[in-house]
């Protein structure tokens, strides 16, 4: 087991064997035998349980053990029920972690409630309580086998007649191999499966969680066309995560490419406003948003809608992203809008920009067509054929085999 998994795995168990063991300490003392108190296991301290042994096994298996609890069966007022208590007592305190547990993980579950200051220690605190959680019910329901030490070879001689409970000490320690050998070789798989899967059912799903699975099913959505899906995933978002970026964004480019693009760049100026942006993110976003609606402007062009495509490409070039490309496009559809100068006003800063992009010569060739100065298009259509005859070759499609 790696060293992270296992700095998981140790408070829980820490407070499991802890409280196991101090609830079948307690019971005892309650139920008439002071043996356990007088051993000072009467108590929360972890260092009066574990082992040193079974702590040390947690790094090398998925599990440890404490120091068992002694008891007199001749102090029980009651024997036979008293010693049954008193064994189901530790399966017990497991199953009130549980409890305890599912109760805080109501609290830890709504990352978003307590601002952004408070998400990463909820969901931290929301992994660690489900490893708690976890890692008890997987106690107490060990705990009930009937393989000894464990409380179930104790429980079910109690509770069905004719069983014996008094193991000699060898067959005790054969015990103890045959259940470490169970664990190591991951045998008792199928009792932590059924475990699994009972908490999943029980344990309450993560905003966060909730919410990245919303953004990921509207992308999702958006990819095969389903545009009313992808909006109803992102408002759904949007309501566990008012603050959340990816939806604010994910809601105005779909407004962007299906709607009206002043709403759409209203709803990403809303974005910026509302949505809590970590270090870096904030330029990240800015990259993707430019994208978008660079991508929205260039099919504006394509559809001879120059004034989206226009509207498009004015909020790209705000946005600074990629500059080049967002003047290019602000360019073509001034262009198609018949405002050649404008027009190379853009043509020109982008050159300038980056001079060695041939589609920025053809776009200025073009323009200069327009303006009616065939000498500067030109001179710009051979600067992008020496460009372009300065790129290496793409590589040609394999040709299908000869029949």
């Known amino acids: 087991m790696d060293l992270t998994t296992a700095l998981m795995l140790l408070p829980g168990l ?16 309650l139920l008439g035998d002071d043996f356990p108190r007088r051993q000072g296991r009467v108590s929360l301290n972890p260092f009066r349980h574990l082992s040193l042994l079974g702590t040390l096994a947690i790094f090398l298996l998925p599990f440890g053990w404490a120091r068992p609890v002694q008891v007199n069966l001749h102090n029980f007022r009651h024997p036979k029920r008293d010693y049954l208590l008193s064994s189901l007592a530790g399966p017990a305190a497991n199953l009130l972690i549980v409890a305890a547990c599912l109760a805080l993980m109501q609290m830890t579950r709504r990352s978003y409630a307590f601002g952004p200051a ?24 060990l705990n009930l086998l009937p393989l000894p030490p464990l409380d179930g070879s104790k429980i079910w001689v109690v509770l069905i007649p004719g069983l014996k409970g008094d193991f000699p000490a060898k067959w005790q320690r054969i015990s103890i191999l045959l259940l470490l050998v169970l664990l190591w070789t991951d045998s008792i798989d199928p009792v932590f499966h059924f475990v699994f899967d009972t908490v999943s059912r029980v344990v309450p799903e993560p905003d966060a969680m909730r919410y990245e699975d919303l953004v990921d099913a509207g992308r999702k959505a958006r990819e095969e066309g389903n545009t009313a899906g992808a909006l109803r995933a992102c408002e759904e978002a949007l309501a566990i995560h008012p603050r959340g970026a990816d939806a604010h964004l994910d809601r105005a480019l779909l407004e962007a490419e299906t709607g009206d693009p002043n709403k759409a760049i209203a709803l990403l100026d809303r974005a910026e406003a509302t949505a809590y942006l970590w270090p870096g993110d904030r330029e990240r976003l800015a990259f993707v948003w430019g994208c978008a609606l660079l991508e929205c402007a260039y099919k504006c062009v394509d559809a001879n809608d120059f004034q989206r495509a226009e509207a498009f490409a004015e909020r790209a070039v705000a ?43 053809e776009l200025r060739a073009a323009i200069w067509q327009a303006m009616g100065k065939p000498d500067q298009a030109a001179a710009d259509a051979a600067k992008a054929k020496q460009l372009r005859a300065r790129q290496p070759p793409r590589p040609k499609p394999a040709s299908a085999p000869a029949r």
Do not use: K, Q, W
Not at 334 to 346: K, M, Q, T
């Open 319 to 361: 946005l600074g992203s990629d500059l080049p490309a967002g003047l290019r496009a602000r360019a073509m559809a001034r262009l198609g809008l018949g405002r050649p100068d404008d027009a190379l006003s853009d043509a020109n800063r982008a050159v300038a920009l980056d001079p060695n992009v041939p589609e920025l010569y």
């Open 14 to 29: 820490v407070i499991g064997l802890s409280c196991h063991e101090a609830a079948h300490a307690l019971s005892a003392s």
């Open 118 to 141: 408070a998400e990463a220690f909820l969901s931290l605190a929301h992994a660690l309580l489900t490893m708690v959680l976890l890692i008890n019910a997987i106690l107490a329901t």
